[in-house]
T-cell receptor, first 111, second 112 residues
Framework: QKEVEQNSGPLSVPEGAIASLNCTYS??????FFWYRQYSGKSPELIMS????GDKEDGRFTAQLNKASQYVSLLIRDSQPSDSATYLC???????????FGPGTSLSVIP | NAGVTQTPKFQVLKTGQSMTLQCAQD?????MYWYRQDPGMGLRLIYY???????DKGEVPNGYNVSRLNKREFSLRLESAAPSQTSVYFC???????????FGPGTRLTVL
């Protein structure tokens, strides 16, 4: 089992819809979780971090964390074509000194 | 602030050649990282430096060496390039290990 897994893409949603991106992780002691966005040909950039169970909202983005289920998700409300990118889930691993990235989910928002 | 810079942006090597990828950050970060990104594989950690003077292996260190030259600079060396090292290489830094990472623009390397 990979340490961090994401729902396979590509994911396509119409403009204005809610995009839901999911991530599961294998290490029960993980405490810190991140979502990065990567446009084609560019480098990853941080969207959100979340450390506690529950929801964290930032504009159109909501991160949800459930440590009991070892699950973290990212919801994008009112999706825009500019949200079309690959979204990387990242988790701080057991050794606490490095971040482990999932394979990414490609999102396409159709106008 | 330039953030994280990487040179070169593109490079083509022949099998067996050597080269060094350069990375520098101007954010006074303690920790620096080298990743490679291949289609369908996500970002894989090659080496990292939690603080100046220390380096540690990541998930895929074979065929690479690193040097943390000072707090700002962290270089990645390929001693004898192989086609399997064809990839996009990203350098990243964070204030401390681990924390939010800031990425450079990447180096696209092709080994023939």
């Amino acid at each position: 089992q990979k340490e961090v897994e994401q729902n396979s893409g590509p994911l396509s949603v119409p403009e204005g819809a809610i995009a839901s991106l999911n991530c599961t992780y294998s290490d029960r002691v993980s405490q810190s979780f991140f979502w990065y966005r990567q446009y084609s040909g560019k480098s990853p950039e941080l969207i959100m971090s979340i450390y506690s169970n529950g929801d964290k909202e930032d504009g159109r983005f909501t991160a949800q964390l459930n440590k009991a289920s070892q699950y973290v998700s990212l919801l994008i409300r009112d999706s825009q074509p500019s949200d079309s990118a690959t979204y990387l889930c990242a988790v701080i691993g057991t050794s606490y000194d490095k971040v482990i990235f999932g394979p990414g989910t490609s999102l396409s928002v159709i106008p | 602030n330039a953030g994280v810079t990487q040179t070169p942006k593109f490079q083509v090597l022949k099998t067996g050649q050597s080269m060094t990828l350069q990375c520098a950050q101007d954010m006074n970060h303690n920790s620096m990282y080298w990743y490679r990104q291949d289609p369908g594989m996500g970002l894989r950690l090659i080496y990292y430096s939690a603080s100046e003077g220390t380096t540690d292996k990541g998930e895929v260190p074979n065929g690479y060496n690193v040097s943390r030259l000072n707090k700002r600079e962290f270089s990645l060396r390929l001693e004898s390039a192989a086609p399997s090292q064809t990839s996009v290489y990203f350098c990243a830094s964070s204030a401390s290990a681990p924390d939010t990472q800031y990425f450079g623009p990447g180096t696209r390397l092709t080994v023939l």
